[in-house]
């Protein structure tokens, strides 16, 4: 083996090891929510993740199929009981309704606050890398004048050496915004 395919290997074996590193703290954060999860968020979580199966839909579609025939008096071994328009029917779907509904909505403002906290980590992690990246270029460009290397007057380069303000980016997003045209 050459040195530059040994070197190539070890920088993949390194760049593994950082992946897998990763990939572990994800699943242990994964693993601490899930466990601090509390038993109504368990439950709703459990009953939206059943709902949204197809098993949930068969069931219903055999249920409520087998509902109106029983109520047709198509199945004779059973009196009807819910005569059509099937009041009784409809006033059950509606309450299942309700619930399911609100159990969804439990579970998405759950998956909501976690998309937030999410985003605030990219947020955190993004202005991280900027800010180093700033420095970085401040380095290079330190080492490239010391070294007598030039490449010509760059104003963007003079930009890329300054630290981004997000305030004073969410203020021209804000900006623009206002300004555009509706659509």
């Known amino acids: 083996m050459d040195k530059k395919q040994s070197g190539s290997q070890a920088g993949s074996s390194e760049l593994n090891g950082l992946v897998r590193r990763n990939i572990e703290t994800l699943t242990t954060v994964r693993g601490e929510l899930e466990r601090r999860k509390s038993r109504q968020e368990l439950i709703a979580d459990a009953i939206t993740r059943f709902a949204g199966s197809m098993t949930f839909v ?77 420095r970085l270029i401040g380095l290079v460009d330190g080492i490239a004048r010391r070294l007598g290397v030039t490449s010509g007057p760059d104003q963007s380069l003079e930009e890329l050496k300054k630290d981004v303000r997000p305030e004073e980016v969410l203020e021209e997003i804000a900006r623009a915004e206002r300004e555009r045209p509706p659509t």
Do not use: C
Not at 65 to 90: C, E, H, S, Y
Not at 103 to 118: E, P, T, W, Y
């Open 58 to 134: 068969y069931i219903h579609a055999l249920l409520v199929g087998g509902w109106i025939l029983v109520n047709l008096g198509v199945v004779p071994a059973i009196r009807p009981f819910d005569p059509f328009p099937f009041v009784m029917l409809a006033m059950i779907a509606s309450v299942e309704a309700i619930f399911l509904s609100t159990f969804v909505l439990i579970s998405q403002n759950r998956m909501q606050a976690l998309a937030d906290k999410r985003a605030d980590l990219d947020l955190q992690v993004n202005l991280l890398a900027e800010h180093e990246i700033t």
